[in-house]
Structure formats: structure tokens, C-alpha cells
């Protein structure tokens, strides 16, 4: 498939988007922007928390890991449906009982300013993180198979990119959102089911003689129990639940299109859906994966050295026109799904948890949008430049490395949470900041250190247990049961 033709459905997609970006931000003012008016359909957010969620690392990461690490990555799949009832039936009432709008407030109230911006802080920082490494995934892959042969440098094509979605999540923020991140989801999922297809009629399967071939394949084991390994099952698993509840549950990014449902029981049968559905979908993933390298090994194809490429070499460069026009469209869906609503979210934190813009009674509605704007623009700056330094220390699996930042940035979130929902004390709030910071720290020794200390002992995703569990120790170092603090909690 040539750059040209890439670029042109590329182009007629992000037309689409821009229509509906701009039938849904008519009239829309600031509680469109941050909560979509309350009116969002629980089965709109439902099903667009599917590509947000996916995003670029799982369309094209996850096929390429089978060769590494098999189904283990199922593992941590089947955890994040013990998260997400979590999610649904303890952190959801919480927000929708104290009306949050940034769910980072729900600390102020708890334990002061100082818990809130840290929390926000962590987030910011982790969701940067995170939107920069999946969006970097799926820039490199367009950069490499359109960019490159035109000599557009890589900085070009990212900005460009980012410049397309501010173009359409502006003005409308989450009431936009909701609504393109269900038309993306639906390419998403498209681009993975036809993908199957396409692969099988390459290699001359029909149904039967596909899932036969998957089953059979050395790829397809899905438990692994050597408990020194980061594959153990119950690392995984467990991993998975707290990885789910940190990134969705503990998520401004997530849970905001959640708080815009129009009722706390929209909400909860949203993500009960979205829960099932997610491990239904990341299980067709991985089947993809087994069928492209069993494909390369068919037909002799040199393996490319990063796993990430594997998927897009084929589509575009063997599997003919109709399956790269697939893989295009998919990647392109997970490409915008993954990153345009950080930009809002994240913009919805700093507005609310480090500026405090709710309780300021200087800006009127006028200013709040200059500034919310403004702030907008910011981020998207953050990110291009994020992603640049991505680019510079590059990384052979981006899958791994967004579970490995999840792991020592979420870990505070995870603990101050935990600490509000369980114990009744309070903290001294101007010392949460360095004690939210210590944690991080530790793990990362323990990390790197672990195999020449605990007998080749290798950390999984129980890494982030760990570190939300010596944040609760460091807030309970600075906790007491008698507070003389008069400011009102709510908890």
C-alpha cells in the first residue's frame, strides 16, 4: 500500500471525526466541556472506553508480544474484571455520592490541598506518560511506513497529528469525546475482526482450521506458574486488578466519562459491560498475534527486530491491499481514541486540582474558558515534546513499557486512596507530597535489584501492590486520630 494511499485514509477518517466533533460542541460551554452536561448514554461510554482503553499498544503491541511472553498478558486481562467490579461498586458510588467532577477533590475533602494536588500531580504525570508512549507507538509506525519515504521528519508528523486532535476536542471536551471515541472504537474493533479474517484467508483457513492452528501453536499457553518469573499467574492476576483499578477507577481520563453517565446505575452496568467486553477483545488480539507469526514462519519473512512492528510489516507489505486497508484504519482509530481525550482530562485536572478554579471566585464563566483553553493547547505541547523524548530513548515493546510506568507512577494514587477508603485518621497534609514521593523511589531499587537479592527472585505487576502499600505505611507514619484541623471533610 503506497504512503499516499495511507495518508488518504487517514484523511477521509479524521473528515468523519471532524463532523461529529462539530455537531456535538454547538452550544457547548463548560459543563459540556468537563462533564457533558450529565446526558452521556451509559452504552456510548461503554462502548468508546473500548478504544480509549485499547488504544494503539494493544492494536499493534500486544499481537507482537505472543512471540516474547505467549497469552500471558491474558493473565493480567482476567484481573481487570476483578478491578473494574471494584471500580463499579466501591469507587463509583464514592464519586457519585460526593458529585465530583475531578475525582482528585474526593482527597481535599479527605485530607487537605496539599493530598489533592499530589494526586493530581501523580496523574498528570502518569497520564502523560502513558498517552506520550501509546501515541509515540502508533506515530512511529505511520511515520515509518508513510512519513519516512516522503522525508518528513518524525517531530513533523507527531505535531501534525496532535495538531488534528485539538482540532476536534477544543470547544466540545467530553461531550465530543464520547461520541468519537465510539465512532473510533467501532474501526478499532472492526480493523481487528476483518484482520483475523484477512490472515486466515492468506493462509488458507477456514474457521475450524483457524482456531485449530491457534490452539496448536507454543504461542497460545496461557498460565504460567514459576513464581520467581514476571509471567506467575497470580502476579499477573492480581496485578491486573490493581492495574485496572489505578488506570481506569483512579483515572481522571477514565472516570470522567463515567461521571457524565446520566445516573450512578448507568454508570455501574457501563463498566460491568465494558468489563466483559474488554477480555473478549484483548483474547482476539492475541489471537492475531498467533496467526502473524505463524504466517512469517509460513512464508519465510524475516521477523522485524521490534516486536511493535511485526503486525504493521505484514498488513502493509504482505498481506495485501484489503488487509492493509484494515490495519490502517484500525491503527489510525486507536492512534486518536488513545490520546485525544488525555488532552481534556488532563486539562480538567489542572484546572480543578492544581489551580483550584472551583473555588476561585475571581474568573467568571468567560475567563475560566480562556484559560481552560489555553491550558488545553499547553498539554498538547507537553505531549508532542514528551513523545520526542520517546522517540530518543526508544524501547523494543511499548506494552512493557506502560506497564512498567504504571507500576511506580500510580503506585501513590493507589495508596492514598486505599488510606481514605479504610482507615479513619488523618494525615498532616503539607508532609504528603514527600511521602507520596519515597515510594516510587524504593520500588525502583527493588526493581532493579531484585534477581541479585531475593535469589533471582524477577518483580511483575505485584510491583504496584508493593508501592501502594508503602505509600499506606508512609501516610500512616504521618497520621494521627485527634485532628484540630476545623476545615470541613467529606469522605
Known amino acids: ?157 507527531v505535531a501534525s497529528i496532535i495538531g488534528l486532535m485539538l482540532a476536534y476536542t477544543y470547544k466540545g471536551g467530553i461531550k465530543t469525546l464520547v461520541w468519537t471515541d465510539t465512532f473510533q472504537s467501532s ?27 491457534i490452539n496448536d501453536s507454543p504461542n497460545s499457553q496461557v498460565l504460567f506458574w514459576d513464581a520467581k518469573e514476571g509471567t506467575y499467574f497470580w502476579k499477573q492476576f492480581f496485578g491486573g486488578a490493581f492495574i485496572a483499578i489505578v488506570m481506569t477507577g483512579l483515572d481522571q481520563n477514565m472516570m470522567q466519562k463515567n461521571l457524565s453517565c446520566r445516573s450512578l446505575r448507568e454508570a455501574q452496568i457501563n463498566m460491568v459491560s465494558f468489563s466483559l467486553v474488554v477480555v473478549l477483545v484483548n483474547l482476539c488480539f492475541l489471537a492475531v498475534g498467533v496467526l502473524l507469526y505463524t504466517y512469517a514462519s509460513a512464508k519465510s519473512v524475516a521477523l522485524p527486530t521490534r516486536t511493535d512492528h511485526l503486525f504493521p510489516m505484514l498488513a502493509l507489505q504482505h498481506l495485501g491491499t484489503f488487509a492493509a486497508v484494515v490495519f490502517v484504519l484500525g491503527l489510525t482509530a486507536a492512534t486518536f481514541s488513545s490520546a485525544d481525550s488525555v488532552l481534556t482530562t ?42 520526542l523524548v520517546f522517540q530518543a530513548v526508544g524501547t523494543p515493546s511499548v506494552i512493557s513499557a506502560v506497564l512498567k510506568l504504571a507500576n511506580y507512577t500510580y503506585g501513590p494514587l493507589l495508596g492514598l486512596f486505599v488510606f481514605g477508603l479504610i482507615c479513619r485518621r488523618r494525615v498532616r497534609d503539607n508532609w504528603v507530597p514527600l511521602v507520596c514521593g519515597m515510594p516510587p523511589i524504593a520500588c525502583y531499587l527493588l526493581d532493579t535489584n531484585s534477581k541479585a537479592w531475593f535469589n533471582g527472585y524477577s518483580f511483575g505487576n505485584e510491583l504496584l501492590i508493593l508501592n501502594g502499600l508503602l505509600t499506606v505505611a508512609g501516610l500512616l507514619a504521618i497520621s494521627r486520630i485527634n485532628d484540630t484541623d476545623t476545615e470541613p471533610r467529606e469522605w
Open 346 to 387: 488532563l486539562t480538567t485536572s489542572f484546572l480543578i486540582d492544581i489551580l483550584g478554579t472551583e473555588q476561585r471566585k475571581d474568573l467568571d464563566e468567560a475567563r475560566k474558558t480562556v484559560l481552560r483553553n489555553r491550558i488545553h493547547v499547553g498539554f498538547a505541547v507537553v505531549l508532542l515534546l514528551t513523545i
Open 187 to 213: 474501526f478499532l474493533l472492526l480493523g481487528v475482526g476483518l484482520s483475523i479474517w484477512a490472515i486466515a484467508r492468506q493462509l488458507g483457513l477456514d474457521w475450524s482450521g483457524l482456531l485449530q492452528v
Open 1 to 157: 500500500m503506497s504512503p499516499a494511499a495511507i495518508l488518504s485514509c487517514i484523511a477521509a477518517y479524521f473528515c468523519f471525526l471532524l463532523a461529529i466533533a462539530w455537531f456535538t460542541s454547538r452550544n457547548a460551554n463548560n459543563d459540556s466541556y468537563f462533564l457533558g452536561n450529565k446526558a452521556s448514554p451509559w452504552y456510548a461510554v461503554a462502548f468508546g472506553m473500548i478504544g480509549d482503553s485499547l488504544s494503539g499498544v494493544t492494536f499493534i503491541s500486544v499481537p507482537g508480544s505472543v512471540g516474547m511472553s505467549a497469552f500471558s498478558y491474558l493473565q493480567i486481562v482476567f484481573g481487570y474484571v476483578l478491578g473494574y467490579a471494584v471500580i463499579a461498586f466501591v469507587l463509583l458510588p464514592l464519586y457519585y455520592r460526593l458529585n465530583l467532577t475531578s475525582i482528585y477533590s474526593y482527597l481535599r475533602g479527605r485530607f487537605g490541598a496539599w493530598s489533592q494536588r499530589t494526586g493530581s500531580a501523580y496523574f498528570i504525570l502518569s497520564r502523560t506518560l502513558g498517552a506520550a508512549a501509546r501515541l509515540f507507538l502508533a506515530a512511529s509506525v505511520i511515520q515509518t511506513f508513510v512519513f519516512d519515504a516522503w522525508g518528513v521528519p518524525f517531530w513533523l508528523s
